[in-house]
T-cell receptor
């Protein structure tokens, strides 16, 4: 069966510090991968998605970036965090583009920027 | 283009009474529709999905939803609420085309269940 991992589970960082969040998927090959941010009372915002190694699409302009160095690894980064980067970050995966395109979510990372 | 509107940001029910969470969507293509549930500080769990088969879709934990194309709605129901149903619920649409699996999420409905 497929599983998705995220770490760390929680993170407290000062403004201006770098960020690296990691997501890995097990039990599937060539998944589509997604990073979402969930801010309090604002639903889910898609940040990045990837259909393959090295292929990253950005949905919103921001000081975050994403990379996919391996097929089942997706990394969210920032060189300098802002207060507005605080939130709950969720990684998700799905099979390739198709009609039955549900996404499966990881447990999330709670990021607090002080 | 696609969008989804959850008509209630909060719903409060008593344990044992029915649950109705409302969702309307718009889509340029025949959509796939989903309901997800999120418990506090947890990831999202898929409750059910509609993918153009039966319009009445049954999901986990006794939930079901009915796709009504004429009303562009996909409301989530449950006959009898349990305390464990208290969570946030998201209605989600995917309408293919060139979306490559990009889902559009509603703003969420927080369900409170009173004893």
């Amino acid at each position: 069966s497929q599983t998705i991992h995220q770490w760390p589970a929680t993170l407290v960082q000062p403004v201006g510090s770098p960020l690296s969040l990691e997501c890995t998927v097990e039990g599937t090959s060539n998944p589509n991968l997604y990073w979402y941010r969930q801010a309090a009372g604002r639903g889910l915002q898609l940040l990045f998605y990837s259909v393959g190694i090295g292929q990253i699409s950005s949905e919103v302009p921001q000081n975050l970036s994403a990379s996919r160095p391996q097929d089942r690894q997706f990394i969210l980064s920032s060189k300098k965090l802002l207060l507005s980067d605080s939130g709950f970050y969720l990684c998700a995966w799905s099979t390739g583009a198709g009609y039955y395109n549900e996404q499966f979510f990881g447990p999330g990372t709670r990021l607090t920027v002080l | 283009a696609q969008s989804v509107t959850q008509l209630d940001s909060h719903v409060s029910v008593s344990e044992g009474t029915p649950v109705l969470l409302r969702c309307n969507y718009s889509s340029s293509y025949s959509p796939s529709l989903f309901w997800y549930v999120q418990h506090p500080n947890k990831g999202l769990q898929l409750l059910l999905k509609y993918t153009s088969a039966a319009t009445l879709v049954k999901g986990i934990n006794g939930f079901e939803a009915e796709f009504k194309k004429s009303e562009t709605s996909f409301h989530l129901t449950k006959p009898s609420a349990h305390m464990s149903d208290a969570a946030e619920y998201f209605c989600v649409v995917w309408s293919g085309g060139t979306s490559y699996g990009k889902l559009t999420f509603g703003q969420g409905t927080i369900l409170t269940v009173h004893p």
